[in-house]
């Protein structure tokens, strides 16, 4: 969990939070060492509690009876130790060995090691199941006592053994000071600014603002904010980031309390949002602001819980980006840390927020725009939207490698008009061009070796190998296999364009008005 405060925004800060589900973020167990009297904390969930408490179905013989008889996972106590824990965390450091966990059908489940971490330097892996800690069964156990067990020490050791598929392992971990960066930032493709939020942290924001300048004096013309695995953090840090990422005015979220009262809160900065969104129609969202200078789309998943889901939401319902990704986790209630006499605190549920538009994402998520189950499809994704938006925002920045109209012999190679031999032609649906003409237009070799009757395009990532009249290609130790082959007309060679560009990794525009072909390489 991490500490969030619900505020006026110009408040100091007080003990609110939104639950998450990350390893780092100090799941407790709930070994009080006193517990506060049981009136104490009935007279705090009596006035406070996010729905009013019918008494007579609750078992309050006990803490343990009442908290579950809420049926709240999020409403619990923490003593005074836990209490320690818990805010440490919210620095972003910890003695662990720096794993992501879920709990999936009973087991404690490896989502991520944190690169560089202990675990990673092991070997653990996404999807490791860990089954033991030092000597202690652990499956059916509650998450929160894993993590206790498993938590320690800067340079003592934990053995853990995980099962990998079928197959259990054995390994032994020395924990170390786990520092989250809770921001991190670079360029990538040239001129997009790719960034990583772990965390709301604390100085969250003001990081976030340095990464941006950095990466704008670098040259990004748009950016990726990576939200995948981020649990949640400040709620403060959201609103802050929220001002960073919205024009002024626009909604954030609306916190419903006990009494049905709706609050609403918006971004506040005195200048408007400093990025812009880029949304295509076939996305189905209103292109809502124009003329503010970056475009923006966020990646979020499964992992995405608390701070992350409002961010996002607000992001993607007030059309300031393309949300792309799962479904995040769903977690839209609002926790209020009451310190109580024994030097513990009450953790309760005090409100529940709905998104800009006013939905309830509790339990169901937040839906992106486009939806992509794979990681890294989810960033190539979030990649080819932004430079589709840049490619038609800054034309004057930004040209295809070459540009072919079919049928004619007219082209042009990195803007200088080249007049072709052969033009491309349509033949059986497809277009055809000659493929030494575009390979070695993008820079590549092209050979044809006259004894094995074979065309060979040589490139960083492999050689390509291919054979007239055949709709196989070879590279290295892969076959790929098209719907059309290869044509020999005259002395020259012609692939679909789409063959071609898909073998060499590159990408086409078809504008057809011109039957014109833009390659991007």
């Not at 609750?58 to 343990?64: A, G, K, M, N, Q």
């Not at 009876?65 to 965390?89: A, H, R, V, W």
């Not at 695995?229 to 929220?242: H, P, V």
């Not at 769903?330 to 529940?352: F, I």
């Amino acid at each position: 969990m991490l500490a969030f405060r619900l505020r006026k925004r110009n408040s100091s800060k007080t003990f609110l939070v939104v639950a998450i589900l990350l390893f780092f973020a100090l799941l407790f167990s709930r070994q009080a060492l006193a517990e506060p009297s049981i009136d104490e904390v009935k007279s705090w969930l009596e006035n406070n509690y996010v729905e009013k408490i019918d008494w007579s179905k609750i078992d309050d013989s006990s803490l343990e009876s009442i908290f579950k008889s809420l049926n709240d996972p999020y409403t619990s106590y923490l003593t005074p130790k836990e209490l320690e824990g818990f805010m440490t965390s919210l620095g972003g450091s910890f003695g662990g060995i720096g794993i992501y966990i879920e709990q999936v059908e009973g087991y404690v489940t490896i989502t991520a090691p944190i690169k560089g971490s202990p675990a990673d330097k092991a070997g653990l892996k996404p999807q490791d199941k860990i089954v033991r800690v030092n000597g202690l069964d652990v499956i059916n156990v509650p998450m929160s006592q894993v993590v206790e067990l498993i938590r320690g020490v800067p340079g003592t050791e934990v053995e853990i053994i995980v099962l990998r598929g079928n197959q259990e392992l054995n390994f032994s971990v020395i924990r170390g000071l786990i520092e989250i960066k809770s921001v991190e930032g670079e360029l990538i493709d040239g001129n997009i600014g790719y960034i990583k939020l772990s965390m709301f942290g604390e100085k969250t924001a003001m990081e976030l603002r340095e990464i941006l300048n950095l990466l704008d004096g670098k040259g990004a013309l748009g950016y990726i904010l990576d939200l995948r695995y981020n649990g949640g953090g400040y709620l403060d840090t959201a609103l802050d980031i929220a001002d960073i990422l919205l024009p002024k005015g626009k909604p954030i979220l609306h916190v419903v309390d006990r009494s049905e009262h709706q609050q609403t809160y918006r971004a506040n900065e005195s200048r408007p949002g400093r990025m812009v969104f880029w949304i295509g129609p076939e996305l189905g969202v209103e292109n809502s602001y124009k003329g503010i200078e970056k475009s923006l789309v966020v990646l979020v998943n499964k992992g995405s819980a608390s701070a992350a889901e409002i961010l996002a939401a607000a992001i993607k319902e007030n059309g300031a980006g393309v949300v792309v990704g799962t479904e995040t986790f769903g977690k839209a209630s609002v926790q209020q840390l009451v310190n109580l006499k024994d030097g513990g605190v009450l953790k309760m549920t005090t409100a529940y927020y709905l998104t800009p538009m006013g939905n309830n994402i509790n339990g169901r998520g937040l839906i992106p725009n486009v939806y992509i189950e794979d990681d890294d499809q989810q960033l190539a994704e979030a990649t080819e939207i932004l430079t589709k938006w840049l490619r038609n925002k800054h034309k004057d920045l930004f040209s295809p490698a070459i540009t072919l109209f079919v049928g004619e012999h007219k082209s042009f190679v990195k803007g200088k008009e080249i007049a072709m031999a052969a033009a491309p032609f349509v033949e059986g649906g497809r277009t055809y061009v000659p493929i030494r003409f575009v390979s070695e237009g993008l820079g590549l070799e092209v050979n044809w070796n006259e004894n094995k009757q074979e065309i060979t395009i040589r490139r960083d990532k492999g050689t390509i190998t291919m054979k007239p009249n055949s709709n196989i290609a070879v590279i290295g130790n892969e076959q790929y296999t098209f719907d059309a082959p290869v044509i020999i007309k005259g002395s020259r060679s012609y692939l679909p364009i789409r063959f071609l560009i898909q073998l060499i990794e590159g990408k086409i525009d078809w504008i057809e008005d011109k039957k014109q072909i833009d390659i991007w390489y």
